[in-house]
């Protein structure tokens, strides 16, 4: 039963048009590592005289963009089973011949391929960035200086945080609570690393990082440039142990999921007091809607903008709480949030941190929103048809117009939310980065909601029209990709 478990989550999720935009994703970020010839501009790590496609700064690539792993592991493995209780069909699991083995393993292992497969994209985009640079800036090509990193790195990291969160789902069966603590971790992390830089025994420090960051910079700490151009990673060094640790505690995590996870359907005492309360529930509701007064009806313009700001409402809180935004919203703040303190202040150009210094890398998010919007635009137009209920939806006493400006106006919202971010992450960075306070709150509103936002509400409108004018969901969405590709 694990391999019918397995397939199925596996094949439900590449059926799925997010894998596939992460993939591009993470891709295109280390591309652009990748293929960085300029010292004043940095995206992950600094080449310097260290060649492009050297086996630790493939290796440090891969380690930093597995942080931001755990996100996606919560995503496509974590909510995989409690998605069973959301639909209310987990009893039927239960009682069905299924080992609680089979269950577990079959979601989580499902889950976790469509994040490894994801995150293939940040070696498939490194790899394809160093083949566009000059024979001086790469050393001979050796397919085990991509693969190693990639296994003894990325994957037993994307398997330890995906356990931890799968656990943490499985047993709360709370999506919410198990992303807040996913935010936590990261935040978290992060900023332990100068504790674990700074700390007197770097040995144990090293061992007791998760990620292994610790462990990397310890093993290469004095090798000279040729060293660094050449070595792979020695696997009998602290890297070895490190990931030996991290892996058995992922281990004793799955084992303590399984002994505590109650594969078992509810007992009749316990259903019977749930329908005894559903139909109490029912008859108050009945009683209730007894007693509502007569209203009359009206379709003047007033009313007909409550009724799209409350569309526009409950489709934008939906969004809001959905996996894509809030990772793509965490992967643009982040990239202009590392972009600009790489590039200012002592450790980058010696440039002050002024906020037109942080504007000019606010321009790269467009690749963010230009995809976040395709993707939402696809999901808003198409949402009524892809549950059966569009021709519910179509006999509500609106306007045609209302209806679309409904959908608009969720996306603006959800546009003004993403650069709102983007503004707070610069306030930060420069008022506890870098202790500069001189913000200049009119440059930010101007350039951020005067200029970008304005070039987002296009890509809305954009976006909308074509789906609404194609067929296909799919297609609208490869028309789209194509539009913006091209303009």
């Known amino acids: ?38 010292p004043n501009h940095t995206y992950i790590s600094v080449h310097g005289q260290v060649v492009h496609n050297a086996p630790a700064t493939i290796a440090k690539v891969l380690l930093f963009m597995s942080i931001f792993g755990g996100i996606f592991t919560i995503i496509f493995a974590a909510t995989s089973v409690v998605r069973d209780f959301e639909n209310k069909i987990h009893e039927f699991y239960f009682s069905s011949p299924i080992t609680k083995w089979s269950y577990l393993a079959g979601r ?12 293939f994209g940040v070696l ?34 994307l398997l330890l945080m995906g356990i931890i969160f799968f656990a943490l789902a499985a047993l709360t069966r709370n999506m919410i609570a198990t992303y807040v603590s996913g935010i936590a971790s990261l935040v978290g992390y992060l900023s332990l690393q100068d504790s674990f830089s700074q700390a007197q025994n770097q040995k144990l420090m090293a061992l007791l990082d998760p990620f292994g960051f610790s462990a990397l910079e310890l093993v290469k ?17 602290v890297v070895f142990y490190n990931r030996l640790i991290w892996l058995a505690v992922a281990a ?64 934008a809180r939906r969004i809001i709480l959905h996996p894509a935004f809030f990772i793509l919203t965490i992967m643009g703040a982040r990239q202009a949030y ?35 919007t395709i993707f939402f635009a696809s999901v808003l137009v198409w949402r009524e048809r892809d549950y059966k209920s569009e021709e519910i939806y179509d006999a509500i006493a609106v306007p045609d117009w ?22 707070l992450t610069g306030l930060f960075a420069q008022g506890v980065i870098f202790g500069y306070t001189d913000f200049e709150l009119p440059l930010y509103c101007k ?33 789209s990709s194509q539009y913006f590709g091209v303009t």
């Open 1 to 38: 039963m694990f391999s019918s478990i397995y397939k199925f989550e596996l094949n439900y999720n590449l059926k799925r048009i997010a894998p596939y935009i992460f993939f591009a994703l993470v891709g295109l970020q280390a591309y652009l590592d990748a293929s960085n010839i300029n």
């Open 221 to 237: 700490k004095y090798w000279t440039v040729a060293d660094l151009n050449t070595n792979l990673i020695p696997l009998d060094s």
């Open 447 to 479: 350039a951020l909601f005067g200029i970008e936002l304005i070039n987002y509400w296009h890509l809305a409108i954009v976006a909308l029209l074509i789906q609404t004018l194609v067929s296909h969901k799919y297609v609208g969405i490869f028309v």
């Open 108 to 119: 989580f292992f499902g889950g976790l391929t469509v994040v490894a497969f994801i995150f």
């Open 338 to 372: 590392h972009n600009f303190v790489e590039n200012a202040g002592v450790n980058g150009s010696n440039v002050y941190p002024f906020t037109s210094w942080y504007l000019q890398f606010t321009t790269d998010l467009i690749g963010y929103m230009i995809a976040s």
């Open 124 to 157: 498939l985009g490194y790899l394809i960035g160093c083949l566009t640079l000059e024979v001086r800036y790469l050393s001979p090509f050796r397919l085990f200086a991509f693969l190693q990193p990639f296994l003894i790195f990325l994957i037993p990291n």
């Open 402 to 423: 209302l209806l679309f400006a409904a959908k608009f106006v969720t996306l603006i919202t959800i546009q003004t939310i993403f650069t709102l971010a983007v503004l």
């Open 252 to 315: 004793l995590v799955f084992a303590g999921l399984y002994f505590k996870f109650q594969f078992a359907h509810q007992n009749e005492r316990r259903r019977r007091k749930q329908i005894a309360e559903a139909a109490e529930i029912e008859y108050k509701g009945i009683r209730q809607l007894a007693q509502l007064p007569t209203v009359a009806r009206s379709f003047k313009l007033s009313a007909n903008l409550k009724k799209l700001l409350a569309l526009a409402k409950l489709e």
